[in-house]
């Protein structure tokens, strides 16, 4: 059964740091989707990315976020300057449709230290 | 405020028995209902879609929805230790993001 992988599943970093966490979305699927999860917490959305381009975000996703697709199977969520309130479990997903439901990886557990 | 909203449990049913999980939402634009199951330090799992009123069946779960009560639900049938888990209702938005409700922790006890 096709899968969404992300690498690496587990990332700590210190406060103020760069990190990039990285997603191998399903090859036939057109929508692709960053979720994190802080521990305890609900699922909450950061951002959907259809056709190349942001197609929305949430007000987590604040100027210190990025994404980018840099070639044709890679989708990367990029925090520029970490803060310890970054801490969570991220999920990559994907989906055929804007309508339909979610296939999502396995997740990055970020720890900001 | 675009909310979804589930009782967080535990709820607890003996081996054999259907389990019922209950979810309300705001937004009366949602069109697309979704069950996930998460078990502890794992990613969501989808199990069931629901797009129209009524009900929707797949194996032992069947998915129900109302939207002038904007409220769906799961049944879990012949529950299983298995089933133990984290169950997320998700509704969507006009977009196509979803909005997660805080789950419903499912114990199933042998």
């Known amino acids: 059964e096709p899968e969404v992988t992300q690498t690496p599943s587990h990332q700590v970093t210190q406060m103020g740091q760069e990190v990039i966490l990285r997603c191998v979305p399903i090859?036939?699927?057109?929508?692709f989707y960053w979720y994190r999860q802080i521990l305890g917490q609900k699922v909450e959305f950061l951002v959907s990315?259809?056709?190349?381009?942001?197609?929305?975000k949430s007000e987590i996703f604040d100027d210190q976020f990025s994404v980018e697709r840099p070639d044709g199977s890679n989708f990367t969520l990029k925090i520029r300057s970490t803060k310890l309130e970054d801490s969570a479990m991220y999920f990559c997903?994907?989906?055929?449709?804007?309508?339909?439901?979610?296939?999502f990886g396995s997740g990055t557990r970020l720890t900001v230290v | 405020q675009k909310e979804v909203e589930q009782n967080s449990g535990p709820l607890s049913v003996p081996e054999g028995a259907i389990a019922s999980l209950n979810c309300t939402y705001s937004?009366?634009?949602?069109?697309?209902f979704f069950w996930y199951r998460q078990y502890s330090g794992k990613s969501p799992e989808l199990i069931m879609s629901?797009?129209?009123?009524g009900d929707k069946e797949d194996g032992r779960f069947t998915a129900q929805l109302n939207k002038a009560s904007q409220y769906v639900s799961l049944l879990i049938r012949d529950s299983q230790p298995s089933d133990s888990a984290t169950y997320l209702c998700?509704?969507?938005?006009?977009?196509?993001?979803?909005?997660f409700g805080g789950g419903t922790r499912l114990m199933v006890k042998p």
């Open positions: 997903a994907s989906s055929e449709g804007a309508t339909r439901g979610y296939t």
């Open positions: 090859s036939n699927h057109l929508y």
């Open positions: 990315f259809y056709n190349n381009e942001i197609s929305e």
């Open positions: 937004d009366r634009g949602s069109q697309s």
């Open positions: 629901i797009y129209s009123n």
């Open positions: 998700a509704g969507n938005n006009a977009g196509n993001m979803l909005t």
